[in-house]
C-alpha cells in the first residue's frame, strides 16, 4: 500500500530547542516537498527536493534544515532560530520536480502538528 | 509570477443543494490547474487537475472542474452536496518555472 507517512503527528518544542520531523514515501517518487500551513494562509513552500543529495530552498527557508540522504526520505529540522513554528506541517511528494510538468501533481501526507512549550 | 486566487473564505451551502467553488488564476500560458480537499487535521487529498484536453474535468468525490481560459477560472462543482462534504478545499496553479502555487483555501460548511 503505497503513500507518504508522517511523523510524529503531534510534536512539542522547548525554547532554544531543535525538533526534526520525519517524512517517508514509497511511491518511488523523485521530488519531495515540505510545507508549513497557518490558518487565512494556505500552504507556503519551505524547501524542495527533485533528487537525492539536492535540494532548494522555498519562500520562508529560514529557521529550518533539510536532508536528502535516501530516496524515500526528507527529514524538515525545524531549528531554534525559527521563533514562530507553531504550525502545521505538510510533506508531500511528485513523480518528478520539474517545473511545468504534469509528473509534478502533488500527494501529501497526513501532516505533523508542531507547538510550542 | 503565477498567483491564485480564490475569493471566498468561507461558504455555507444546505445539504443536497448543488455547489461552486471558485478559483481565479494568473498565469501567462495555458496552467496546470487542481483542486485539493483537506478535512480537519488532514493532510490534502487530490480531487482533480488539468493539463490539457477536455475543459471540463471530472474528479473524485462527484466533483468536477471547468478551466475557462477567457475568464482564466477554474471553478469547482458538485450538483448535490453531502455532509461528509464540509472541509477545506484549496486550489493550486503549476505550468511554469515556478512550483506549484496554492490558493488560501476556502472552507465549506454544511447545513442539515
Known amino acids: 500500500d503505497g503513500g507518504i507517512t508522517q511523523s510524529p503527528k503531534y510534536l512539542f518544542r522547548k525554547e532554544g530547542q531543535n525538533v526534526t520531523l520525519s517524512c517517508e514515501q514509497n511511491?518511488?517518487?523523485?521530488?519531495m516537498y515540505w510545507y508549513r500551513q497557518d490558518p487565512g494562509q494556505g500552504l507556503r513552500l519551505i524547501y524542495y527536493s527533485q533528487i537525492v543529495n539536492d535540494f532548494q530552498k522555498g519562500d520562508i527557508a529560514e529557521g529550518y534544515s533539510v536532508s536528502r540522504e535516501k530516496k524515500e526520505s526528507f527529514p524538515l529540522t525545524v531549528t531554534s532560530a525559527q521563533k514562530n513554528p507553531t504550525a502545521f506541517y505538510l510533506c508531500?511528494?511528485?513523480?518528478?520536480?520539474?517545473?511545468?510538468?504534469?509528473?509534478?501533481?502533488?500527494?501529501f501526507g497526513p501532516g505533523t502538528r508542531l507547538l510550542v512549550l | 509570477a503565477q498567483s491564485v486566487t480564490q475569493p471566498d473564505i468561507h461558504i455555507t451551502v444546505s445539504e443536497g443543494a448543488s455547489l461552486e467553488l471558485r478559483c481565479n488564476y494568473s498565469y501567462g500560458a495555458t496552467p496546470y490547474l487542481f483542486w485539493y480537499v483537506q478535512s480537519p487535521g488532514q493532510g490534502l487529498q487530490l480531487l482533480l487537475k488539468y493539463f490539457s484536453g477536455d475543459t471540463l474535468v471530472q474528479g473524485i468525490k462527484g466533483f468536477e472542474a471547468e478551466f475557462k481560459r477567457s475568464q482564466s477560472s477554474f471553478n469547482l462543482r458538485k450538483p448535490s452536496v453531502h455532509w461528509s462534504d464540509a472541509a477545506e478545499y484549496f486550489c493550486a496553479v503549476g505550468g511554469g518555472y515556478q512550483k506549484v502555487t496554492f490558493g488560501i483555501g476556502t472552507k465549506l460548511q454544511v447545513i442539515p
Open positions: 508531500a511528494s511528485s513523480i518528478d520536480g520539474r517545473p511545468g510538468s504534469p509528473q509534478e501533481t502533488q500527494y
Open positions: 511511491l518511488n517518487h523523485d521530488a
